[in-house]
């Protein structure tokens, strides 16, 4: 059974992003996906968020590697008056060497935790996610409706975009 609201290209959608609303509506449900997924031992690797945009820009925005455990501070204090994008180049770059291993790894499926403005203009984790692809391993992320067309031009309209639903995640999953 294909998940409502997907789009699919040939039998098998091998990449989905979870369409979002914004302000971490999304990183709950996430959470509960990698713990499911990790229960129901389906070899899994990548990066999922810890704690989202502070709006009051006082907590960093945190990024867990699903394997390790281990938390990677994302974002850089600017001030309580700035209004530019607090993420950290340098940051994003010590996280994504978890994408890397998950390349070697070649896990069931590789979560990233977000596909956002930075991955939109090819930055970010987005070398890091197409390389992923390339070797066809399947790519779970989250994406604003504000990136879907950016998403799906990511993946050359091979990627699907799936519904805030654990059921219908859990069930995509079920199809790699």
Known sequence: MRPENSRYKGSLMRFAAVLHEGHGSCDALMQAVVEQLKASQLPIRGLQTWRGKDPNGRLPMLIQDIHTGDIYPISQPLGSGSQSCSLNPGALANASAVLRAALADKPDLVIVNRFGNMEAKGQGFAAEMLAIMAEDIPVLTVTSHQYQQQ??????????????????????????
């Open 151 to 176: 998403w799906l031009a990511f993946t050359g309209e091979q990627g699907g975009l799936l519904p805030q639903s654990i059921d219908t995640i859990l069930q995509w999953a079920k199809t790699l």
